[in-house]
């Protein structure tokens, strides 16, 4: 036996490294039954072309346990998912996080290969959705979700899916006004030049007929280009207030007011193609700071963990319930992996229950008949039945979003620095404009509005408006490329003034793999009998057992028995084996740490324990030592095991709570945030969630982008968490290169104002100041951006 | 001078004339997902979806 060998060997299907040889097939090698599975369907459908785009495409199936879509065939969920429903004909979109790959394409799009009923199916990758057309009569929407999920292409069911067209189509809309006004600009552009290379006065009426075709390009633009900078700043000033679009309205307006009358009047060109240049560069720099991140979601609350039915007894069978339809005295049945959705009493003799959800410690709570269970917690083992004796919305988790700070509105208080320069040169500029008018009105009368246009025209704050989605836009893009996903550019500027900084421990510095050591003896024989023992048990503890021996496991056991909450026993190769709690092995228990403990006896002789240990994540750290400017503090939901490791880790002053229930976690934001602080709450489960809406940035860690997470500002990579100290700098120098900008576009805008009220702006130097403003303030954000992030050296 | 006003006629239907073609494309979704096409490019059987869009689409379908 070569374990070396083994332990190099790749699955054939997800490409991971294999541990056990249990999992053959005609030369090939799987890393779990899952993977096996997937290749068994592939193989009986001729499907393996599925190997022959990349290698190794599948994804690690291990994890898929049995998820029940029933209720996909209750007629109000269907009427809630279908896009099209007839008799004979449905068409449904489902999202699918784990497509990643050509080959992922080719096989969703074969589904009808393998499933008859199935008629069409369309990957859209950017989304990463499938969008499948069927035959109702002849394949029920539960089993294609079912056949997605036994590929390893999980659907994740969202019945609000029908929301998300509708940002799609706001994002479209951009596009086509930026397309309008990009075609409008450069025919305008063409009709002036010759006005600025000097017409003859002969051509009087080739003037005119580029002049009226100028006018007619320019009213698309300002129309409907335009529109949203009308509304944004007619909203503003009913609000009393003033922001960028407001200095912006009012230099379009006099833009074009001007040129009416310039060319109506035959006083000149008129400045129609700095106006439409203006809106095209206007919404260029939108649509840079849109970003989006369109595969993930950061508006997620607890509804999306929740089942969306639930198996419920009522009128003497087993019927799927929609969870909001649930009420209390109903009896449910949950079953292995479910989440229970309500706050209820176990019915059945004996059930596991992890409330990793809830409070964020990975271990396993045995409840046995008539004691309570809160919401969140996640059935592990045989199905259990319960009573609710809350409805969803009322239970002890849920009762989190009741909170206040989950009613607020989204749009925040908070006052971005754009908006607030846009104030104080507003009133600069209708003070310039008064006052020069004033002085014109009493020296040369008849050029008193020639002037006051020509000033509210050269104020226009293109460049100024341009300075942050290019800074802020540029700085999403880096941030993204390392790890850093946030939801909007606005969070940017928020990060770069925090000074307090809160994490989560478990999932958050910590990584969910756990280390197994072993403390004690064993022979690679014994650890051959552990592995095979531990293999075949489901127990989340004993996978992880079985997957820390590298060995090849195969033989039989014999007389093999699993306790539920307890351990296991059996027989290898005439030995007697017994895996699990100290009490259930006879081990005299010494608890010194909270951390689990796998006991292990062999014909009855203690042969010592397996300890389980969560591993900090590469790099926390040294990263915790770089934040020195920055207050840290943990809130964990574990018991204190770790204090010990946690103190050495963190500096002196900072704080570390344990045992925080997700209301105190919240709670210590709060407090933080009365003493004035900037907080950024890192965490990264449910339990999290109100500590991560209540902070001023709150960032979600996952490994894993396709995978639910909670509301947030922001997603990061958990291998990108030892780079949240250059993130927090990052944002700072952002706002810093913000402020050059600012100060770029002034000097511009001085030069401007200088022609302006002398009264000798004509449309040419605006044609040639404007854009020139516009284009060395993106290009001075741009490059900067991209120097300081450069200059950080960011390890991913 | 008469031909520069109709060069000029010519030149501006004919960018409008892709204009519209753009907004057309962006309309019927082709801007969606600038991924997939390029890879599905790659598959070699045929999948008879022509045969399935004549057969089984029913006529409501036209209006999505």
New interface residues.
């Given amino acids: 036996m070569n374990v070396k060998v083994a332990s190099q060997l790749r699955c054939y299907h997800c490409g991971d490294t294999i541990t056990t040889a249990q999992f053959k097939q005609e030369e090939k090698s799987f890393c779990c039954f899952g993977c096996q599975t997937v290749y068994q369907i592939l193989k009986e459908n001729d499907l393996c ?1 599925y190997y022959s ?1 990349d290698s190794s495409p599948g994804i690690n199936n291990s994890s898929t346990f049995d998820v029940h879509y029933d209720y996909l065939d209750e007629p109000t969920v269907q009427s809630k998912l279908l ?2 429903n ?1 008799p ?2 449905a ?1 449904v979109q489902f999202a699918v996080p784990a497509i990643h790959c ?1 080959s992922c ?2 096989l969703l ?2 589904l009808n290969r393998i499933d008859e009923g199935v ?2 199916s369309k ?5 990463r959705t499938v969008t499948i057309d069927y ?1 109702p009569e002849r394949i029920a929407l539960s089993k294609i979700a079912n056949r997605l999920t036994s590929l390893g292409y999980k659907p994740v069911i969202n019945l609000q899916a029908k929301q998300d067209q509708h940002l ?1 189509t706001h994002d ?1 809309n951009l ?2 006004k930026i ?2 006004a990009g ?1 409008c600009f ?2 305008i552009m063409l ?1 002036s030049f010759p006005e600025y290379f000097g017409l003859g006065s002969d051509e009087g ?2 003037r005119d ?1 580029f002049s009226y ?1 100028n006018i007619l390009l320019a009213i698309p633009v300002l129309f409907y280009s335009a529109s949203d900078y009308f509304t944004a700043a007619r909203r503003a000033v009913l609000q009393k207030q003033i922001n960028i679009d407001v200095p912006i309205a009012i230099g379009l307006i006099a833009l074009f007011t001007r040129s009416l009358y310039d060319i109506g009047f035959h006083v000149g060109p008129g400045y129609l193609d700095s106006l439409v240049g203006l809106v095209f560069f206007l919404l260029l720099g939108r649509w840079f700071q849109s970003k989006t991140y369109a595969s993930l979601s950061f508006d997620r609350d607890y509804t999306s963990y929740f089942p969306l039915a639930i198996l419920t007894f009522r009128d003497q069978k087993w019927t799927s319930v929609l969870l909001s339809d649930l009420q209390p005295g109903d009896t449910i049945r949950i079953r292995n992996q479910e989440i229970i959705p309500a706050d209820s009493i176990l019915e059945s003799e004996f059930a596991l229950i992890n409330y990793s959800f809830v409070t964020g410690e990975s271990t396993e709570t045995a409840v046995r008949k008539g004691e309570n269970i809160f919401a969140g917690g996640k059935l592990i083992g045989k199905p259990a039945t319960f009573i609710v004796h809350k409805s969803t919305s009322q239970s002890h988790l849920t009762s989190l979003w009741n909170n206040d700070i989950f009613q607020k509105a989204d749009e925040q208080t908070y006052q971005r620095t754009i908006d607030r320069t846009a104030r104080i040169f507003t009133w600069i500029i209708l003070f310039i404009a008064a006052a020069s008018a004033a002085y014109w009105f009493v020296a040369d009368s008849s050029k008193m509005w020639l002037v006051l246009t020509s000033v509210l025209i050269i104020a226009c704050p293109c460049a100024l408006a341009l300075s942050a989605p290019f800074t802020y836009g540029s700085m999403l893009r880096v941030f993204g490329k390392y790890g850093l996903y946030l939801k909007n550019a606005d969070v940017v500027e928020r990060l770069s003034s925090i000074s307090t900084v809160v994490f989560d421990k478990t999932g958050t510095l910590t990584s969910g793999v756990s280390d197994v050591s072993f403390s004690g003896e064993l022979s690679e024989e014994e650890k051959h009998g552990i592995a095979l023992l531990t293999a075949a048990s489901i127990h989340p503890l004993s996978v992880l057992i079985s997957k820390s021996i590298s060995t090849e496991a195969s033989g039989a056991i014999e007389n093999f028995e699993e306790f539920v909450g307890e351990g296991v026993e059996g027989i290898v190769n005439g030995c007697f084996y017994k895996i699990g709690s100290a009490q259930f092995v006879g081990a005299i228990e010494i608890q010194t740490t909270a951390l689990p403990r796998v006991y292990v006896s062999i014909n009855n002789e203690m042969k010592g324990y397996y300890s389980l240990n969560t591993s900090l994540r590469k790099g926390v750290g040294e990263m915790l030592d770089r934040m020195k400017n920055i207050n840290l503090s943990l809130v964990s939901g574990d018991g204190a095991a770790d204090k010990k490791r946690l103190t050495n880790l963190f500096p002196k002053n900072a704080e570390l709570k344990f045992n925080q229930s997700v209301h105190d976690k919240l709670n210590h934001i709060k407090g933080l945030q009365q003493d004035s602080a900037k907080v950024m709450m890192v965490g990264d489960g449910l339990n999290d969630s109100g500590a991560l809406k209540q902070s001023d940035v709150g960032l979600v860690v996952t490994d894993d982008t396709g995978v639910f997470t909670p509301a947030s500002d922001g997603i990061i990579h958990g291998k990108s968490i030892s780079n949240l100290d250059k993130f927090i700098e990052l944002g700072k120098s952002a706002t810093f290169i913000l402020k050059l900008s600012f100060i770029i576009s002034f000097i511009y805008n001085s030069v401007g104002l200088s022609f302006a009220v002398t009264g000798h702006l004509t449309p040419l130097v605006a044609a040639i100041l404007m854009p020139l403003s516009s284009i060395s303030v993106v290009a001075f954000a741009t490059a900067s951006v991209n120097y300081v992030a450069y200059q950080k050296r960011m390890l991913l | ?1 008469n031909i ?2 109709a060069l ?1 006629a010519i030149s ?1 239907s004919l ?1 409008l004339f892709f ?1 519209g073609l ?2 057309w494309s ?2 019927s979704g082709q ?6 096409p390029a ?2 490019m ?3 059987e045929k ?1 008879e ?1 022509d045969q ?1 869009k004549k057969n ?3 006529s ?2 036209s209006r ?1």
């Fill in positions: 072309e785009f896009q099209f007839s004979n004909f068409r050509v394409i080719w799009e074969n008629l069409l990957v859209n990758f950017g989304k035959n799609l479209k596009i086509l397309a309008i075609f450069g025919n009709f009426f080739l007929t075709l | 001078m520069i006003v000029i501006l960018a204009l753009f907004i962006l309309k801007f969606d997902d600038p991924f997939g890879a599905r790659l598959f070699d999948r979806i399935y089984s689409l029913p409501e379908m999505l």
